[in-house]
């Protein structure tokens, strides 16, 4: 999931460099690229999210530190 998310984003941003290229700032190109943006960024999100939830070394870390 971290690679696809990885590779949504490089497309995003290529496709955004040639959009400005090319002069294509249009409304409907802006919101597909933003829409595939918010989609690679919230894949990357759910796998952060995840990890840090499955994390039993995070969890004892949390609760035997001194404050």
Do not use: C, H, P, Q
């Amino acid at each position: 999931m971290e690679k696809t998310a990885y590779i949504i984003l490089i497309i995003v941003t290529i496709a955004w460099i040639i959009a400005w290229i090319v002069g294509m700032f249009e409304n409907v190109w802006l919101g597909i690229i933003g829409l595939v943006t918010i989609v690679g960024l919230g894949l990357l999100f759910i796998r952060a999210l995840t990890d840090r939830l499955a994390s039993k070394k995070d969890d004892k870390y949390s609760r035997d530190v001194k404050k």
